[in-house]
C-alpha cells in the first residue's frame, strides 16, 4: 500500500521560507505513470494547487505561486519536496502532498496533511 | 486558468434523501473531471474520475455525469458517513488544474 508523508517545520517566520518534504513509501517515485503534486487548504477554506513535478525533474507551478514555488525530486530517497519563499500570514494552511496518475487523470493517493503556521 | 464554479454552496438534507451536486466549468473539459469527498481533519478522497468512473472502494450509491461544462455529482441515498465537504478538480488545460471551492453537505 502506497504511503505519501509530509515532513517539516510546523511554524516559520514571515518572510522566511517554507520547507516541507513527502516521503513516499511502499513504491517508487520514479514511475512514468505518475507525477508528484503539492496541494493547500488554509484553515477552513477550499483547496489549492501548487505545483507537480515529474521523477525526471521537470516542475510545473500555479502561476499565482510560480515566483515564490521551488518543487524538487530526490530519487535516491523517494522523496520530493517543496519550498515556498517570503511567506506571510496568508500562506498558512494544511499542506498536502498527492500522486497524480497520468491515465486516470486523478490523484489516488494523499499524505495526511501537515498544518504550516506563519507567525512571528 | 478554467474556473469551477460548484452549487450549492451547502446542501442540507438527511439521511437517505438524494444529493445532486453541480459544477460548472468556463471551459469545456470533455471528460476530464474529478470528484473528492474531505471530512473534517482528513485528507480528500477519490470518489469519482473522468466525470464517471468510481474509484477503488468507493460505493455505488455515488455516481458522477456531465461533460463538456456541466458535471453532476449524485448520491442517491445519504448514509450517515456521506455528509462532508465535496471538491470537484479539473486539469483540463495541462499541467494548470484547478479545483472548485466545494458543497458541503450538512444533516438537516
Known amino acids: 500500500q502506497l504511503q505519501l508523508q509530509e515532513s517539516g517545520p510546523g511554524l516559520v517566520k514571515p518572510s522566511e521560507t517554507l520547507s516541507l518534504t513527502c516521503t513516499v513509501s511502499?513504491?517508487?517515485?520514479?514511475?512514468?505513470?505518475?507525477?508528484w503534486d503539492w496541494i493547500r487548504q488554509p484553515p477552513g477554506k477550499g483547496l489549492e494547487w501548487i505545483g507537480s513535478?515529474?521523477?525526471?525533474?521537470?516542475?510545473y507551478y500555479s502561476p499565482s505561486l510560480k515566483s515564490r514555488v521551488t518543487i524538487s525530486v530526490d530519487t535516491s530517497k523517494n522523496h520530493f519536496s517543496l519550498k515556498l519563499s517570503s511567506v506571510t500570514a496568508s500562506d498558512t494552511a494544511v499542506f498536502y502532498c498527492?500522486?497524480?496518475?497520468?491515465?486516470?487523470?486523478?490523484?489516488?493517493?494523499w499524505g495526511q496533511g501537515t498544518l504550516v503556521t506563519v507567525s512571528s | 486558468e478554467i474556473v469551477l464554479t460548484q452549487s450549492p454552496a451547502t446542501l442540507s438534507l438527511s439521511p437517505g434523501e438524494r444529493a445532486t451536486l453541480s459544477c460548472r466549468a468556463s471551459q469545456s473539459l470533455a471528460n476530464s473531471l474529478a470528484w473528492y469527498q474531505q471530512k473534517p481533519g482528513q485528507a480528500p478522497r477519490l470518489l469519482i474520475y473522468d466525470a464517471s468512473n468510481r474509484a477503488t472502494g468507493i460505493p455505488a450509491r455515488f455516481s458522477g455525469s456531465g461533460s463538456g461544462t456541466d458535471f453532476t455529482l449524485t448520491i442517491s441515498s445519504l448514509e450517515p458517513e456521506d455528509f462532508a465537504v465535496y471538491y470537484c478538480?479539473?486539469?483540463?488545460?495541462?499541467?494548470?488544474?484547478?479545483f472548485g471551492a466545494g458543497t458541503r453537505v450538512e444533516i438537516k
Open positions: 478538480q479539473q486539469r483540463g488545460s495541462w499541467p494548470l488544474l484547478t
Open positions: 513535478i515529474y521523477y525526471s525533474g521537470s516542475a
Open positions: 498527492a500522486r497524480w496518475v497520468s491515465s486516470g487523470r486523478k490523484y489516488d493517493y
Open positions: 511502499g513504491g517508487t517515485i520514479s514511475s512514468s505513470s505518475y507525477y
